[in-house]
């Protein structure tokens, strides 16, 4: 019996051992947190201030890196940082790419017994090269991976190679199927130039099966010779894939004006509530100003950007003041060079900031769901023991993970993070005509920028 | 010593007996669970069945109980569940009201030195009455409670009562910010008319901040007169506010047909999917096949509706036969009267069936997040048991609570439930012109039928 319980009793020592990183917060603190959780919560959907403010941001037009409209849309976005009041806003230069699609963009079918003048839905990939003035004009050749492409060899000289493998709709996460086809759009169309191709054209990746084709980067190799490459229409892509079926030979043309023009001057928006405590202990926040240029980017990243940006403002205009510094950064660049990325995670390096945690809002402004963190399993139950407070903006977990492609630049944070609403409807939109204005619900955005604020009030307060 | 170590003993105990509630599955039978819910799970996002029977099911226009639109959707129903091979299929007959709107609905300020002419976007509340032909004119009072309103007492008498209190938007649960405020719908005009009020207009009970009117059933009460009561547009109540404040003597004039028919005959349409060993053992999945008049009610019940049918369709199609017999029900009127859900409560009584749970679809067909349940607390850490395969279709959570208004009625359930998808886009929509196909996403849907379809199936395989 006593040998039992002295068992028993390490087993107790174990138990109580693991309890102490779920359960942090004494509760008095966790009432405190509540409250300030409801306040938080409360502003956001009653003003929704942030939701407000996307009207005006997205009167400039789409704001790829570089374009005119971009940089207006920076100035207009210093110019709120500096009227909600914020207590310290700055700019931070950098050199951006600056791509343009340029007015001509056709696609058809040119050579065809029974398809001969069907159009195709095309748009340039981003980064690629225009066509000759007269286009592309060639046999095509459908593969589902590069890995296909490769068997072909010789048979892909001369031809247009169409990646037509389809997002697999039936990953619940969104982006893991994301994931799983566009290393056809960034690789591709280095693969089928090595072998010989004169263009490329790709299924666009995408959930939603109607028309509209979804740009993205491309990539570049050094000694490759850049192809130019588009995306299609799901639709299109189906079609084109049963016209080859019927006829092997049938030809298409496409002709795209596309161009790289020399670097250009931009700019990261900066703006921050000073911690009151320990000023130099910094939370970033952080999405990324430019989108692509098919629609003004509501969900990449046009809403997620103000979320970052309201949660400083939330926490100002409810009299909150946290210990540490919280900043919001509107990234340059992206979508085609993270130039801007790279230029705050300069800055962090030499800044001698601590950057203790970086939280990137990145996955549209859909209903929180998660947010995810690069750090050890003390300092994740140490956040997961905040969960009492953040299910309040319904959050349900902090799963392991990292930053996105901007705060990942930040090579001196103590924890990356990600914010993760839910994924159902980001594919749809993604670098299309389809990411607009009316498709970001107001509530919806707004928990959102309640769920940030709470995060990053929550690490400000309880440090990592 | 031996002391702490007999407390640390009794703590450790303690311990282990919460753990045996959290972990009833062992893991080779978790593993088996995870791989149907998988099989399920991709079924459902890759053929979107349910998703694709909406058009048709919409197609026979908005279906309240007693219309003939209604009967021609419960036909079409049942042919569904024919032919997709389900193990049983039956209506069940009951007699439901039979109210119809009628063509003439108009609101307007009719005396007023600035607003004279000003419309207002009204509809009859559900089983209200109809105005005289020449239509109510009176001044208005407004009130923003039955409280408030018993106040006033004399001052009401032969005016119209407008209720305005609106939506709290600032509760993250929209289903509680409906609740604190659909008590003036229901129960304002009973008040109302006690007093000696002409007719009542309320604001909409919504989330959107558009115009259209939101209906729904306002309540009868013996001895006490029914007034006509008509629902306003949010943008009209703000402005008939504004207005009153500039003149409180204004008049408004409303002219509605509505009228109630004699009771209708119609049905519950129902079919399962008979357990392999407890067939008599039945676990009840239904949604409302009625709706109101002002659209198809997409998600209210249209689309969750369908979903519980694809709970039977899904298990059909893969090949997964359930130990308990798997039962989807449409119920009929559950908008104006609760009739089919009472019907099948006698017939659950009766007829020598247990029904182990009986979980309800009604709120929607967006992103699923939990169930909750009527249940003891060693029932629902139970299912609790089962979070790691119910979060594969973004279950996050078992929470205590009850079934919807039409499970409730089968008295002699041993578990009432009801599905909870997000709930932030439902009372744009509900009950008003908003309730539309294309508000429905696909993947949002089909996510709803998989996890309805996996939970139906652990409670078949595991019991309660």
């Known amino acids: ?32 947190y509540k409250v300030v959780a409801d306040k938080i919560i409360s502003s956001a959907l009653q003003e929704e201030r942030g939701y407000k403010l996307l009207k005006d941001y997205f009167s400039f037009g789409p704001r790829l890196s570089g374009s005119e409209q971009s940089l207006k849309a920076l100035y207009w976005l210093k110019k709120k940082m500096d009227e909600a009041g914020f207590d310290k806003v700055w700019m931070q230069k950098t050199m951006v790419p600056r791509w343009e699609r340029g007015k001509i963009e056709k696609g058809f079918i040119s050579f065809s017994r029974k398809f001969k003048g069907r159009k195709l839905n095309i748009a340039s990939l981003g980064m690629t090269v225009a066509t000759p003035k007269e286009g592309i004009t060639a046999e095509v050749i459908e593969v589902k991976s590069i890995d296909e492409l490769m068997q072909l060899k010789d048979k892909v000289k001369g031809k247009i190679v169409f990646f037509n493998r389809p997002f697999d709709k039936t990953l619940v996460e969104t982006f893991a199927g994301y994931g799983g086809a566009v290393d056809q759009r960034f690789a591709g169309p280095i693969a ?28 570049r190799q050094k000694d490759v010779k850049p192809i130019p490459a588009v995306a299609v229409g799901v639709q299109d892509a189906d079609f084109l894939s049963n016209a080859l079926k019927q006829e092997p030979n049938l030809k298409v043309t496409y002709i795209t004006s596309c161009r790289t023009l020399p670097d250009a001057e931009s700019f990261n928006v900066i703006g921050e509530i000073t911690g009151s405590v320990k000023p130099n202990e910094v939370i970033v926040v952080g999405g990324h100003s430019d989108c692509w240029d098919l629609s003004v980017g509501a969900h990449d990243d046009g809403a ?25 950064v ?38 929180p769901r998660a947010f995810s963190a690069g750090a050890d399993s003390i300092t994740l139950n140490k956040m997961r023991s905040w969960l009492p407070v953040l299910r309040k903006a319904l959050i349900e977990n902090i799963i392991l993970g990292g930053g996105g492609a901007d705060v990942s630049q930040i090579k001196n944070a103590k924890v990356l993070m990600e914010y993760i609403p839910d994924s159902q409807r980001y594919f749809d939109l993604h670098h299309s005509a389809n990411d607009v204005y009316s498709e970001v619900h107001p509530r919806e955005m707004e928990l959102g920028s309640a769920a940030l604020a709470i995060m990053a009030y929550l690490i400000s307060e309880e440090g990592l």
Chains 1, 2 share one sequence.
């Open 330 to 367: 509107f990234f340059i660049n992206e979508e085609n060079g993270s130039r801007g990325g790279m230029e705050y995670g300069k800055y962090a390096l030499s800044s001698g900031e601590i950057t203790l945690a970086a939280i990137e809002s990145d996955r549209g402004a859909f209903t």
């Open 192 to 219: 089928a130039s090595k072998l010989g191709a004169v263009g490329v054209i790709i299924r666009s990746v995408t959930t939603k099966d109607d028309n509209n084709p979804h740009t993205g980067v491309t990539g």
């Open 1 to 32: 019996m006593k040998r039992l319980a002295y068992f028993l009793a390490i087993a107790a020592f174990v138990f109580l051992t693991q309890c102490k990183n779920y359960a942090q917060l004494n509760n008095d603190k966790l009432i405190f």
């Open 304 to 328: 997620p950007g103000i979320q970052a940006m309201e949660v400083v403002d939330l926490l100002k205009r409810n009299g909150i003041r946290p210990k540490r510094t919280i900043r919001c």
